[in-house]
Protein backbone atom coordinates (compact mmCIF):
# COMPACT_ATOMS: atom_id res chain seq x y z
CA UNK A 1 0.00 0.00 0.00
CA UNK A 2 0.99 3.34 -0.97
CA UNK A 3 1.98 6.09 2.11
CA UNK A 4 3.05 9.80 1.12
CA UNK A 5 3.76 13.03 3.69
CA UNK A 6 5.08 15.75 2.00
CA UNK A 7 5.59 19.25 3.86
CA UNK A 8 6.66 22.83 2.05
CA UNK A 9 7.58 25.36 4.60
CA UNK A 10 5.68 28.16 2.89
CA UNK A 11 6.52 30.69 5.63
CA UNK A 12 9.67 31.18 4.56
CA UNK A 13 8.68 31.33 0.32
CA UNK A 14 9.12 34.52 -0.75
CA UNK A 15 8.36 34.26 -4.22
CA UNK A 16 9.96 35.91 -6.72
CA UNK A 17 7.85 37.48 -9.85
CA UNK A 18 8.28 34.09 -12.18
CA UNK A 19 7.72 32.14 -9.76
CA UNK A 20 4.25 33.36 -8.57
CA UNK A 21 3.11 33.63 -12.16
CA UNK A 22 4.28 30.31 -13.11
CA UNK A 23 2.62 28.96 -10.32
CA UNK A 24 -0.55 30.66 -10.95
CA UNK A 25 -0.61 29.00 -14.62
CA UNK A 26 0.05 25.58 -13.01
CA UNK A 27 -3.28 25.21 -11.15
CA UNK A 28 -6.83 25.17 -11.74
CA UNK A 29 -8.54 28.80 -12.93
CA UNK A 30 -11.21 28.82 -10.36
CA UNK A 31 -8.59 27.89 -7.41
CA UNK A 32 -6.15 30.56 -8.84
CA UNK A 33 -9.16 33.18 -8.57
CA UNK A 34 -10.11 32.44 -5.08
CA UNK A 35 -6.27 32.74 -3.79
CA UNK A 36 -5.97 36.07 -5.77
CA UNK A 37 -8.80 36.95 -3.65
CA UNK A 38 -7.03 36.42 -0.31
CA UNK A 39 -6.05 39.58 1.47
CA UNK A 40 -2.81 38.44 2.88
CA UNK A 41 0.26 37.11 1.38
CA UNK A 42 0.89 34.44 3.80
CA UNK A 43 -2.86 32.98 2.98
CA UNK A 44 -2.33 33.25 -0.61
CA UNK A 45 0.80 31.32 -0.84
CA UNK A 46 -0.11 28.53 1.67
CA UNK A 47 -3.31 27.71 -0.33
CA UNK A 48 -1.02 27.55 -3.41
CA UNK A 49 0.90 25.52 -2.18
CA UNK A 50 -1.42 23.08 -0.86
CA UNK A 51 -2.88 23.18 -4.27
CA UNK A 52 0.52 22.65 -5.83
CA UNK A 53 1.02 19.87 -3.32
CA UNK A 54 -2.31 18.06 -4.69
CA UNK A 55 -1.32 18.21 -8.22
CA UNK A 56 2.08 17.46 -7.95
CA UNK A 57 0.86 14.01 -5.94
CA UNK A 58 -1.67 13.27 -8.13
CA UNK A 59 1.02 13.92 -10.99
CA UNK A 60 3.96 11.82 -9.42
CA UNK A 61 2.32 9.28 -7.79
CA UNK A 62 -0.66 8.12 -9.56
CA UNK A 63 0.74 9.17 -12.77
CA UNK A 64 -1.72 11.23 -14.49
CA UNK A 65 -0.28 14.05 -16.53
CA UNK A 66 -0.52 17.42 -14.97
CA UNK A 67 -2.29 19.05 -17.53
CA UNK A 68 -4.99 16.02 -17.84
CA UNK A 69 -6.02 16.46 -13.55
CA UNK A 70 -8.96 17.96 -12.73
CA UNK A 71 -9.82 18.40 -9.28
CA UNK A 72 -13.28 19.44 -7.93
CA UNK A 73 -14.41 20.01 -4.24
CA UNK A 74 -17.21 17.95 -2.02
CA UNK A 75 -20.01 19.54 -0.88
CA UNK A 76 -18.27 20.23 2.37
CA UNK A 77 -15.11 21.08 0.33
CA UNK A 78 -12.58 18.45 0.33
CA UNK A 79 -10.68 17.84 -2.78
CA UNK A 80 -11.56 15.14 -4.56
CA UNK A 81 -10.24 13.63 -8.01
CA UNK A 82 -12.80 14.18 -10.69
CA UNK A 83 -10.85 12.90 -13.85
CA UNK A 84 -9.57 11.94 -15.23
CA UNK A 85 -11.40 8.46 -13.53
CA UNK A 86 -9.32 5.58 -15.36
CA UNK A 87 -5.85 5.63 -14.46
CA UNK A 88 -3.79 3.55 -17.19
CA UNK A 89 -4.67 0.15 -17.65
CA UNK A 90 -3.62 -1.39 -14.25
CA UNK A 91 -6.53 -3.76 -12.78
CA UNK A 92 -8.42 -2.01 -10.08
CA UNK A 93 -5.30 -0.40 -7.99
CA UNK A 94 -6.15 0.51 -4.81
CA UNK A 95 -8.10 3.93 -4.46
CA UNK A 96 -5.51 6.34 -3.09
CA UNK A 97 -6.96 8.93 -1.10
CA UNK A 98 -5.59 12.42 0.23
CA UNK A 99 -6.09 15.38 2.10
CA UNK A 100 -3.90 18.53 2.56
CA UNK A 101 -3.66 21.26 5.41
CA UNK A 102 -1.99 24.37 5.76
CA UNK A 103 -1.67 26.26 9.01
CA UNK A 104 1.47 28.02 10.69
CA UNK A 105 4.41 28.22 8.63
CA UNK A 106 3.78 24.71 6.57
CA UNK A 107 1.26 23.39 3.92
CA UNK A 108 0.97 19.67 3.94
CA UNK A 109 -0.22 16.68 2.05
CA UNK A 110 -0.79 13.24 3.38
CA UNK A 111 -2.42 10.45 0.84
CA UNK A 112 -2.89 6.83 1.44
CA UNK A 113 -3.81 3.55 -0.97
CA UNK A 114 -6.66 2.19 0.30
CA UNK A 115 -7.53 4.21 3.17
CA UNK A 116 -9.30 7.60 3.63
CA UNK A 117 -7.16 9.98 4.70
CA UNK A 118 -7.21 13.23 6.53
CA UNK A 119 -4.04 15.72 7.69
CA UNK A 120 -3.88 18.76 9.67
CA UNK A 121 -0.90 21.07 10.93
CA UNK A 122 -1.29 22.59 13.59
CA UNK A 123 1.30 25.74 15.36
CA UNK A 124 1.37 26.03 18.66
CA UNK A 125 1.05 30.03 18.83
CA UNK A 126 0.08 32.07 21.91
CA UNK A 127 -3.12 33.40 22.17
CA UNK A 128 -3.70 36.86 20.58
CA UNK A 129 -5.35 38.69 22.96
CA UNK A 130 -6.41 36.45 26.34
CA UNK A 131 -4.68 34.50 28.56
CA UNK A 132 -4.03 31.01 28.41
CA UNK A 133 -6.76 30.12 31.18
CA UNK A 134 -9.09 32.39 29.52
CA UNK A 135 -8.26 31.18 26.23
CA UNK A 136 -9.39 27.62 27.08
CA UNK A 137 -12.21 29.04 28.90
CA UNK A 138 -13.11 29.85 25.73
CA UNK A 139 -12.63 26.98 24.05
CA UNK A 140 -14.32 24.45 26.82
CA UNK A 141 -16.50 22.83 24.49
CA UNK A 142 -14.04 21.67 21.88
CA UNK A 143 -12.79 19.01 24.03
CA UNK A 144 -14.20 16.08 26.12
CA UNK A 145 -13.09 16.45 30.29
CA UNK A 146 -11.18 13.54 29.33
CA UNK A 147 -9.11 15.72 27.24
CA UNK A 148 -9.26 19.03 29.12
CA UNK A 149 -7.40 17.09 32.00
CA UNK A 150 -4.84 15.42 29.55
CA UNK A 151 -4.33 19.50 27.68
CA UNK A 152 -4.21 20.81 31.50
CA UNK A 153 -1.72 18.00 33.52
CA UNK A 154 1.02 19.56 30.91
CA UNK A 155 3.71 21.49 33.74
CA UNK A 156 3.97 24.61 31.98
CA UNK A 157 1.58 26.95 30.13
CA UNK A 158 3.96 26.79 26.54
CA UNK A 159 3.08 22.99 27.37
CA UNK A 160 -0.38 23.06 27.81
CA UNK A 161 -0.63 24.63 24.63
CA UNK A 162 1.18 22.21 22.73
CA UNK A 163 -1.15 19.74 24.38
CA UNK A 164 -4.16 21.45 23.40
CA UNK A 165 -2.62 21.44 19.98
CA UNK A 166 -1.94 18.09 19.56
CA UNK A 167 -5.43 17.42 20.38
CA UNK A 168 -6.81 20.36 17.47
CA UNK A 169 -4.74 18.39 14.97
CA UNK A 170 -6.18 15.24 15.90
CA UNK A 171 -9.71 16.26 15.99
CA UNK A 172 -9.19 18.28 12.99
CA UNK A 173 -7.38 14.95 10.78
CA UNK A 174 -10.43 12.57 11.61
CA UNK A 175 -13.15 15.63 10.38
CA UNK A 176 -10.99 15.78 7.62
CA UNK A 177 -10.64 11.77 6.62
CA UNK A 178 -14.28 11.76 6.82
CA UNK A 179 -14.76 14.91 4.98
CA UNK A 180 -17.48 16.58 7.24
CA UNK A 181 -15.92 19.63 7.85
CA UNK A 182 -18.07 21.94 10.39
CA UNK A 183 -20.80 20.71 11.99
CA UNK A 184 -19.53 17.68 13.68
CA UNK A 185 -19.94 17.88 17.31
CA UNK A 186 -16.21 17.70 18.12
CA UNK A 187 -16.97 16.15 21.66
CA UNK A 188 -18.18 12.94 19.50
CA UNK A 189 -14.43 12.24 19.24
CA UNK A 190 -12.40 11.51 22.14
CA UNK A 191 -8.44 10.42 22.11
CA UNK A 192 -6.60 9.13 24.61
CA UNK A 193 -2.94 9.63 23.88
CA UNK A 194 0.09 8.02 25.17
CA UNK A 195 2.88 9.45 27.59
CA UNK A 196 5.27 9.32 24.75
CA UNK A 197 6.77 12.66 23.64
CA UNK A 198 6.12 14.06 20.09
CA UNK A 199 9.59 14.36 18.01
CA UNK A 200 10.62 15.51 14.43
CA UNK A 201 12.35 11.95 13.91
CA UNK A 202 9.55 9.76 14.54
CA UNK A 203 5.53 9.56 14.18
CA UNK A 204 3.69 8.38 16.87
CA UNK A 205 0.76 5.89 15.75
CA UNK A 206 -0.15 4.71 19.39
CA UNK A 207 -3.53 7.15 19.99
CA UNK A 208 -6.66 5.87 20.44
CA UNK A 209 -10.25 7.75 19.50
CA UNK A 210 -13.43 6.92 21.26
CA UNK A 211 -16.23 7.76 19.35
CA UNK A 212 -19.38 7.97 20.72
CA UNK A 213 -17.97 6.84 23.77
CA UNK A 214 -16.46 3.67 21.67
CA UNK A 215 -12.78 2.80 20.66
CA UNK A 216 -12.54 2.73 16.94
CA UNK A 217 -10.72 -0.02 16.38
CA UNK A 218 -9.83 0.61 12.73
CA UNK A 219 -8.63 4.53 13.25
CA UNK A 220 -5.38 4.90 13.12
CA UNK A 221 -3.40 8.36 13.99
CA UNK A 222 0.02 8.89 13.22
CA UNK A 223 1.02 12.02 14.86
CA UNK A 224 4.69 14.34 14.38
CA UNK A 225 6.50 17.10 14.53
CA UNK A 226 7.56 19.24 11.90
CA UNK A 227 10.10 21.39 14.14
CA UNK A 228 9.12 22.58 17.53
CA UNK A 229 6.26 24.23 17.06
CA UNK A 230 4.17 22.61 14.43
CA UNK A 231 1.89 19.30 15.22
CA UNK A 232 0.49 17.08 12.43
CA UNK A 233 -2.34 14.48 12.97
CA UNK A 234 -2.94 11.87 9.87
CA UNK A 235 -5.98 9.78 10.39
CA UNK A 236 -6.23 7.15 8.66
CA UNK A 237 -9.72 5.24 8.17
CA UNK A 238 -11.25 2.37 6.50
CA UNK A 239 -12.94 3.59 2.82
CA UNK A 240 -15.77 5.08 3.05
CA UNK A 241 -17.58 2.19 0.58
CA UNK A 242 -19.26 -1.04 1.10
CA UNK A 243 -16.88 -3.98 1.09
CA UNK A 244 -13.68 -1.96 1.72
CA UNK A 245 -11.04 -3.92 3.45
CA UNK A 246 -10.84 -3.37 7.22
CA UNK A 247 -7.18 -2.04 7.82
CA UNK A 248 -4.52 -4.38 8.10
CA UNK A 249 -2.89 -4.71 11.77
CA UNK A 250 0.54 -5.04 9.12
CA UNK A 251 0.72 -1.21 8.32
CA UNK A 252 4.13 -0.27 7.87
CA UNK A 253 5.99 2.02 10.61
CA UNK A 254 4.37 5.41 10.05
CA UNK A 255 6.57 7.77 8.64
CA UNK A 256 7.75 11.71 9.60
CA UNK A 257 7.26 14.05 6.78
CA UNK A 258 9.60 14.94 3.39
CA UNK A 259 10.14 18.81 3.14
CA UNK A 260 9.80 19.61 -0.43
CA UNK A 261 11.28 22.98 -1.50
CA UNK A 262 9.62 25.34 -4.64
CA UNK A 263 11.56 23.47 -7.26
CA UNK A 264 10.58 20.24 -5.72
CA UNK A 265 6.80 21.42 -6.09
CA UNK A 266 6.60 22.57 -10.02
CA UNK A 267 9.13 19.91 -10.96
CA UNK A 268 6.34 18.17 -12.64
CA UNK A 269 4.07 20.98 -13.50
CA UNK A 270 3.05 22.43 -16.98
CA UNK A 271 0.94 25.19 -17.77
CA UNK A 272 -2.88 25.29 -17.85
CA UNK A 273 -3.28 29.01 -18.46
CA UNK A 274 -1.86 31.77 -19.93
CA UNK A 275 0.65 34.22 -18.23
CA UNK A 276 -1.60 37.04 -16.17
CA UNK A 277 0.70 40.01 -14.92
CA UNK A 278 -1.91 41.26 -12.97
CA UNK A 279 -1.86 38.43 -10.94
CA UNK A 280 1.60 39.20 -9.52
CA UNK A 281 0.91 43.19 -9.51
CA UNK A 282 -2.24 42.26 -7.29
CA UNK A 283 0.21 39.46 -4.83
CA UNK A 284 2.94 42.32 -4.25
CA UNK A 285 0.46 44.54 -2.78
CA UNK A 286 -0.61 42.02 -0.22
CA UNK A 287 0.58 42.38 3.65
CA UNK A 288 2.18 39.37 4.48
CA UNK A 289 -0.29 38.91 7.62
CA UNK A 290 -2.23 40.64 10.13
CA UNK A 291 -0.18 43.12 12.08
CA UNK A 292 -1.43 41.05 15.02
CA UNK A 293 -0.56 37.42 13.77
CA UNK A 294 3.34 38.89 12.61
CA UNK A 295 3.46 39.55 16.51
CA UNK A 296 2.70 37.03 17.61
CA UNK A 297 5.93 34.27 18.83
CA UNK A 298 5.39 31.32 20.92
CA UNK A 299 7.06 31.28 24.14
CA UNK A 300 9.04 28.24 25.45
C1 LIG B 1 -11.88 22.82 6.02
C2 LIG B 1 -12.03 22.39 7.43
C3 LIG B 1 -12.50 20.96 7.48
C4 LIG B 1 -10.65 22.45 8.04
O1 LIG B 1 -10.19 23.74 7.96
P1 LIG B 1 -8.84 24.24 8.59
O2 LIG B 1 -8.39 23.34 9.67
O3 LIG B 1 -9.03 25.65 8.88
O4 LIG B 1 -7.85 24.19 7.38
P2 LIG B 1 -6.69 23.23 6.95
O5 LIG B 1 -5.58 24.09 6.53
O6 LIG B 1 -6.36 22.12 7.87
O7 LIG B 1 -7.29 22.54 5.65
C5 LIG B 1 -7.74 23.28 4.60
C6 LIG B 1 -7.76 22.38 3.41
O8 LIG B 1 -8.53 21.21 3.68
C7 LIG B 1 -9.22 20.83 2.50
N1 LIG B 1 -10.64 20.79 2.84
C8 LIG B 1 -11.60 21.74 2.68
N2 LIG B 1 -12.79 21.27 3.12
C9 LIG B 1 -12.57 20.03 3.58
C10 LIG B 1 -13.41 19.05 4.16
N3 LIG B 1 -14.71 19.24 4.36
N4 LIG B 1 -12.85 17.88 4.52
C11 LIG B 1 -11.55 17.64 4.33
N5 LIG B 1 -10.70 18.52 3.78
C12 LIG B 1 -11.21 19.71 3.41
C13 LIG B 1 -8.92 21.85 1.43
O9 LIG B 1 -7.89 21.35 0.63
C14 LIG B 1 -8.44 23.03 2.25
O10 LIG B 1 -7.49 23.82 1.59
P3 LIG B 1 -7.90 24.74 0.35
O11 LIG B 1 -9.26 25.22 0.61
O12 LIG B 1 -6.86 25.81 0.31
O13 LIG B 1 -7.83 23.81 -0.82
C15 LIG B 1 -12.98 23.35 8.18
O14 LIG B 1 -14.04 23.63 7.39
C16 LIG B 1 -13.53 22.83 9.46
O15 LIG B 1 -14.59 22.28 9.50
N6 LIG B 1 -12.89 23.01 10.55
C17 LIG B 1 -13.37 22.57 11.86
C18 LIG B 1 -13.27 23.74 12.76
C19 LIG B 1 -13.25 23.42 14.22
O16 LIG B 1 -14.20 23.65 14.91
N7 LIG B 1 -12.15 22.90 14.72
C20 LIG B 1 -11.96 22.68 16.14
C21 LIG B 1 -11.07 21.49 16.34
S1 LIG B 1 -10.75 21.24 18.07
Known amino acids: ?9 CGSWTPSRSEWLFAARCIQREEKDRIGQFVFA ?18 ERMGIPWSEIRLERSPKGKPYLAAPLKINSCPEPLAWSFNVSHQ ?13 VGVDVMKTTMPGSSSVPEFFRIMTRQFTAHEWSAIQSADSEHQQ ?16 AIGTGLGFNLQRAEFHL ?18 DEEEEEDWIFEESLLDADHHVAVALGPEDKPGSTPLRPSLPPPTTFTLLSFSDLIASASPLTQEDPAYWDSFEKKAEA ?7 HTSH
Open 1 to 9: MGSVRWAFR
Open 42 to 59: KDAKSAMAGRLLLRRFVC
Open 104 to 116: GDYAVLAAEQGMQ
Open 161 to 176: LAAFYRHWALKESFIK
Open 194 to 211: TSDPLTQERALNQTRMQL
Open 290 to 296: PQRQSET
